[in-house]
């Protein structure tokens, strides 16, 4: 098998609001996002594909095919609308980043030839975006920022080891790194709010556990989490996985950019 994808770019306004509901009530959930005259996004889509290689052609799918059935659709349906008044689908329903890429799947699954939808992940900004893979499941990823030092420091190894293994990052006075984690919630969207997660609270949760704790600090020095662990950013996600996952029961996955180069991934301790 084959993956591949494609992505592409649109702009829309959108207003989260229940038309039922009172001002109060709107503005309570949905916060500056129930503004009535809406405001805006650059989506960014990426459309993910699956099948196996054509022999002759050495290609799984013409690229333009995909254009055809994606690209077509979204400039018919989505691109430069206000989604609640000019798409009949976002009429009835809150255009949440989840239930964009719940419509975006349901529209074009099984419609691109010689190949099988495999993934959408919709970037409503670099902050925020939804993935869907398969039917009802869909997953929300927010990115969070803090600036720490930490020192490359195992207790369990001699000096020496620790040198060798560490090198500059064993500096007794530490370094620091713009860390950005990414924290994602995986459910099905709420029929009525679209949302599979309370995005006010998940900050407030990861701002209280994660941010208010690491940002600016030295983790060897300043936390209990790494007075005794190595603060490696192995253990700093699964000790952020740790922190979080009794407050977020539908915690997938924990991502973690030590540098822009460096990225760690964990889904928590009982996925392989
Ligand atoms: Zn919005
Ligand atoms: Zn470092």
């Known amino acids: 098998m084959l993956y591949l994808s494609r992505k592409m770019y649109f702009s829309a306004v ?28 650059d989506y960014r889509l990426e459309v993910m594909v699956k099948g196996t290689i054509d022999k002759k052609s050495g290609i799984v799918v013409n690229i333009m095919d995909i254009d055809k059935v994606v690209k077509s659709f979204v400039e018919k ?54 993935e869907k893979e398969d039917e009802e499941v869909v997953r929300l990823t927010r990115k969070y920022h803090f600036c720490t030092a930490h020192r490359l420091h195992s207790n369990l190894l001699t000096d020496d080891e620790n040198k060798g293994i560490f090198g500059k990052c064993n500096n007794p006075y530490g370094h620091g790194h713009n860390y950005y984690l990414e924290v994602t919630v995986r459910g099905t969207p709420d029929p009525v709010t679209g949302m599979i997660a309370d995005l006010a609270e998940l900050d407030s949760i990861v701002d ?65």
């Open 14 to 41: 959108h207003s989260y609001r229940i038309n039922e509901w009172t001002e109060e009530k709107n503005r309570a959930v949905f916060g500056l996002c129930s503004n009535p005259n809406g405001h805006g996004h």
């Open 77 to 130: 349906e989505l691109d430069g609308k206000f989604l609640n008044k000019e798409n009949e689908y976002f009429k009835e329903k809150i255009s949440t980043t989840e239930n964009i890429a719940n419509y975006i799947w349901k529209s074009i699954d099984g419609k691109i030839a010689g190949c099988r939808l495999h993934k959408i992940r919709l970037y409503e900004n670099e902050y925020l975006y939804s």
């Open 208 to 272: 209280q556990e994660i941010v208010k704790k690491f940002d600016h600090k030295h983790l060897n020095l300043d936390t209990e989490e790494f007075k005794e662990l190595n603060p490696t950013s192995e253990n700093m996600a699964v000790v952020a996985w740790d922190l979080l996952v009794p407050k977020l029961s539908n915690l997938y996955k924990i991502g973690l950019y030590e540098t822009e180069k460096n990225y760690f991934e964990y889904y928590g301790p009982d996925k392989e």
